[in-house]
């Protein structure tokens, strides 16, 4: 990828193609303009049509000439344009919903927790049940060995989770365990991990898998529950579009919640302010032919709707931090893991995940995994070896380690890499923490330049609501990483525009700014090609268009 050197000489050649004099057009002027093409162009004018596709794009003159004098001129006085952003993997219902769990502290004392738990009771937005989030399980689990016993003298009479701080575990009282049968649970490999007392019976933690089916008997599909769902969404789409972000992949997919309905609420009402190709959680603890057989009938792929359902979201491994992360050479000693656990957690036998991801992209499917370790890196793209490429391009997302001999296999496969560089993962203090349970393997720790190098067609994403949205912070951190960064910021844009669009599959609509695309466009305060990586984070976002629709204007600069 070369490095874009800005130029005030912008090209004059206008491309265009339907521009009517008498149709009500938008021209977007005066303005720097990063078109994200094959040849990377810089314009200054964009004309876009009354059912919002580009019709031109090029120097100001022009531009405004074919737009004819009906058109309604914009002067962006300088300020940047470019392809909207795609964040490819996001939680967008539940970062509504999320939001009305009581807080916790994520490190507090017992005391603290108790407190917390008796204030949640009387939260009135949740239902039955109380519900809360953002507990540290390795912390809770060191105020007291069987923290079910805490809850059930607290709120005996309700079912009270309280989720994780990191997104892979809850604290549940017995009314919860019982409600979805794991106070009666044995263990086996199924993904759900039961933690025990000395006794043998369920503590109250349970860890990857297991969570989810709780969330899902908290949420039950109800019209009260549909109804806050869907306004959750227009919520999180209005934040969305405040930053910029004009398509998504929702990456939750928990489909019993029915949160699938929602999105298709919000298009058919006209009021859906993003694109989206979103996933389908596989649950690892039920027949693979009864979920196909439900997925089949909810799946929709139809590239002329802002919804699609035509993605299948598979945990492979677990993360690093709670040592579930799939590793090919054992945890840190330190740790003491037994032996059984000294390599991570696996949510699917290896011949069960190959079959899901054969079976899976066969029915159409894309195929997005959840991987960490290098082990679950290796084993996803030994599936996708398996897959139907028909359905792809298939995707990684997370990866925090992959074995050097696996880069290359991103290319020579088509699979997206995508991955999450917010400033928080990329401290010293997290790569400290993390140099606990892996050693000097934290010296490849998201090698996103690594798999730049190797051919990978690389995205940034955010993981919304359980890390930074913001762009311009993620753009920032990502090129100013000394050890695996990316290379520029060009090619960071990239990564949240044309690549996120190659990941889902609407490349020949959107993810660039030419002629015949939708004008899925976004208005930047300033120049972020033309100034130091230590000012980016400081750039606003002006303005977001979805198909020349206005979704966001900070200051109202296109109201008329």
């Not at 701080?165 to 919860?176: K, L, M, P």
């Not at 330190?334 to 991801?357: C, S």
């Not at 290796?378 to 897959?387: K, P, S, Y």
Request: aromatic content about 8%.
């Amino acid at each position: 990828m070369k490095k874009i050197i800005w130029s005030p000489v912008l090209f004059s050649t206008l491309v265009f193609f339907g521009v009517s004099a008498g149709a009500q057009n938008l021209v977007l002027t005066n303005a720097a303009v990063f078109t994200v093409n094959d040849t990377r162009d810089w314009a200054e004018a964009v004309a876009i049509d009354a059912d919002g596709f580009i019709v031109a794009v090029g120097s100001a003159t022009e531009v405004i000439a074919q737009a004819g004098p009906q058109a309604d001129v914009v002067d962006l006085a300088g300020k940047m344009v470019l392809p909207g952003f795609q964040d490819i993997h996001v939680h967008a219902a539940e970062a509504g919903i999320n939001a009305v769990l009581c807080p916790f502290e994520a490190f507090d004392d017992l005391e603290g927790h108790i407190a917390s738990v008796t204030e949640c009771t009387k939260n009135g937005e949740t239902g039955p049940w109380v519900l809360g989030a953002n507990v540290n399980m390795v912390n809770l689990l060191e105020l007291h060995d069987n923290p079910v016993a805490v809850l059930d003298v607290v709120v005996p009479d309700r079912p009270v989770l309280i989720l994780d701080d990191i997104g892979h575990g809850a604290w549940a009282n017995s009314r919860a365990l019982e409600a979805v049968g794991y106070d009666r649970a044995v263990d086996q490999n199924n993904g759900n991990i039961i933690l025990r007392n000395a006794a043998g019976t369920p503590n109250g933690i349970v860890l990857e898998n297991a969570p989810h089916n709780l969330r899902s008997a908290a949420f039950p599909p109800t019209q009260g529950n549909l109804d806050f769902a869907y306004d959750s969404l227009l919520d999180a789409a209005a934040e969305l579009n405040r930053n910029g972000i004009t398509s998504v992949s929702d990456a939750g997919g928990y489909w019993p919640q029915g949160h699938h309905q929602v999105w298709n609420w919000a298009e058919d009402a006209g009021v859906l302010t993003l694109r989206a190709s979103n996933a389908f959680y596989i649950y690892p603890d039920r027949p693979l032919d009864d979920q196909l057989s439900e997925l089949r009938a909810i799946f929709h792929n139809d590239p002329d709707r802002r919804v699609r359902f035509n993605v299948a979201k598979i945990y492979v491994d677990g993360i690093l931090s709670q040592a579930t992360g799939a590793l090919l050479e054992p945890y840190e000693k330190a740790l003491a893991l037994p032996t059984e656990e000294e390599r991570g957690f696996l949510y699917f036998e290896k011949q069960a995940l190959f079959r899901a991801a054969r079976e899976l992209s066969a029915a159409g499917f894309q195929l997005h995994f959840h991987v960490t370790g290098d082990y679950g890196t290796r084993l996803a793209l030994d599936a996708i070896e398996q897959a139907d490429p028909q359905s792809g391009p298939h995707r990684l997302t997370h990866i925090y380690l992959a074995h050097p001999s696996d880069y290359p296999r991103f290319a020579e496969l088509n699979v997206i890499a995508d991955l999450q560089l917010a400033p928080s993962a990329l401290s010293a203090e997290y790569q400290n923490f993390i140099g606990a349970f892996i050693g000097d393997r934290v010296d490849r720790l998201l090698p996103a330049g690594a798999l730049l190098d190797a051919g990978a067609t690389v995205t940034l994403s955010s993981d919304w609501d359980a890390d930074e949205l913001n762009p311009m912070v993620k753009i920032a951190a990502a090129v100013g990483r000394e050890n695996n960064g990316f290379p520029d910021v060009a090619s960071a844009i990239e990564a949240m525009t044309i690549n996120a669009a190659i990941a889902l599959r609407h490349a020949d609509r959107t993810g660039s700014i030419e002629v015949g695309k939708f004008a899925d466009l976004v208005v930047l305060s300033g120049n972020i090609l033309d100034m130091p990586i230590s000012e980016i984070a400081t750039v606003t976002i002006e303005a977001t268009l979805l198909q020349g629709e206005v979704v966001f204007d900070r200051v109202g600069q296109f109201e008329r």
